[in-house]
């Protein structure tokens, strides 16, 4: 076994080493271990920077506590969460397949198609009201149609991208 920071090879058998002491770990690796509860523990932890067992027992309403200790070791062992006498801390943030379409902004974890929607709203709403109330004739049944039809685009692109972040935070990352 080749000596790196850590000393320890991955469980996944791949042959990579663990995110700790700046190696960083595998995306494959992190997409094969992090799913269901595990991967709930992950972004409990992503979110909150630093917990405890019984806090995230209670927060992911699991049966018992060695159920939250048991996801939060498997994190441990994969380098994304250190362990400080019963506090665990995030130390290494991955994207995986699951979080790939999910940005954090402070503790939440929103859709990233959001702040497309709130683009193309806010350049929709800007448009429509400089066409509306500030064009040479100030009547909308004289506006060109080059510009109901890029009015009509824009809006187009708003709906699909409300809707896409609309679904992807019904779904969740988890």
Request: glycine residues 10%; contains cysteine.
């Amino acid at each position: 076994m080749s000596s790196t920071n850590s000393g320890r090879r991955d469980s996944s058998g791949a042959g990579g080493y663990e995110g700790t002491g700046g190696t960083p770990i595998k995306r494959e690796i992190a997409d094969s271990q992090l799913k269901g509860n595990t991967l709930r523990v992950y972004v409990y932890v992503v979110t909150h920077r630093k917990c405890g067992v019984r806090e995230v027992q209670r927060a992911l309403h699991f049966s018992s506590s060695s159920l939250a200790q048991y996801h939060l070791g498997k994190l441990v062992d994969l380098g994304l969460v250190k362990e400080n006498s019963g506090e665990y801390l995030l130390a290494e943030e991955v994207k995986t397949d699951v979080l790939k379409d999910f940005l954090r902004v402070g503790t939440f974890i929103v859709p990233r198609f959001i702040f497309y929607a709130v683009f193309f709203t806010i350049v929709t709403a800007f448009l429509g009201l400089e066409l509306a109330f500030y064009s040479p004739s100030s009547s909308s049944s004289d506006l060109g149609g080059a510009e109901v039809l890029f009015l009509g685009l824009l809006g187009f692109a708003c709906a699909v991208f409300w809707y896409e972040a609309l679904r992807a935070w019904l779904k969740g990352p988890i």
